[in-house]
T-cell receptor, first 114, second 115 residues
Framework: DGGITQSPKYLFRKEGQNVTLSCEQN?????MYWYRQDPGQGLRLIYY???????QKGDIAEGYSVSREKKESFPLTVTSAQKNPTAFYLC?????????????FGPGTRLLVL | AQSVTQLGSHVSVSEGALVLLRCNYS??????LFWYVQYPNQGLQLLLK??????LVKGINGFEAEFKKSETSFHLTKPSAHMSDAAEYFC?????????????FGSGTRLSIRP
């Protein structure tokens, strides 16, 4: 089955610790995205990557880092500089159909601070 | 730049009643519009999308949405609500900025179904 997988489902972070959230897709999509979801705020874009070895900051990139060494993988690191990391993190990938793209989402990772 | 406004952060309807979730957008170019559904602790699932052509779009689970350019709206409807429809629903519009392709999401509407 083709799809997007995120792991782990739940992740705990201690103060001052960096943690990495995994996102893998086998849909052969070029573009991948990371969103943060907080209650009542919808989705906010953290980082996105249109192609391997390239990525761009989204609206709330501070305290986060990403890499895109492989087309299938787009891991997100939540660094100690992110002072309020507790949230639900969603990864997405997208495909262009004609002149437009459609995004497909993973199941999400809930990050909690101990 | 595009933007999306979802009217009502929480909508509650009785089982069997009409579901209407409102979405208005602003866009300087012809929009590409989406509705996504999110069940608790899960990712977003594409419900339906409008590209071009027919303005009434049918999606999964009996939902449909109508693109009304004159009203800049893309409201989501379902004739008869089921308990399983309880979820959060997001309207989105594509960003046509040539330097960065992004999809802009609304803040979401939580749908509750009363027995």
């Amino acid at each position: 089955d083709g799809g997007i997988t995120q792991s782990p489902k739940y992740l705990f972070r201690k103060e001052g610790q960096n943690v990495t959230l995994s996102c893998e897709q086998n849909l052969n999509h070029d573009a991948m995205y990371w969103y943060r979801q907080d209650p009542g705020q919808g989705l906010r874009l953290i980082y996105y990557s249109q192609i391997v070895n390239d990525f761009q900051k989204g609206d709330i990139a501070e305290g986060y880092s990403v890499s895109r060494e492989k087309k299938e993988s787009f891991p997100l690191t939540v660094t100690s500089a992110q002072k309020n990391p507790t949230a639900f993190y969603l990864c997405a990938s997208s495909i262009w159909q004609g002149a437009r793209e459609t995004q497909y989402f993973g199941p999400g990772t809930r990050l909690l601070v101990l | 730049a595009q933007s999306v406004t979802q009217l009502g952060s929480h909508v509650s309807v009785s089982e069997g009643a009409l579901v209407l979730l409102r979405c208005n957008y602003s866009s300087s170019v012809p929009p590409y519009l989406f509705w996504y559904v999110q069940y608790p602790n899960q990712g977003l699932q594409l419900l339906l999308k409008y590209t071009t052509g027919a303005t009434l779009v049918k999606g999964i689970n009996g939902f449909e949405a109508e693109f009304k350019k004159s009203e800049t709206s893309f409201h989501l409807t379902k004739p008869s609500a089921h308990m399983s429809d309880a979820a959060e629903y997001f309207c989105a519009v594509s960003d046509q900025d040539s330097s960065a392709s992004k999809i802009i999401f609304g803040s979401g509407t939580r749908l509750s179904i009363r027995p």
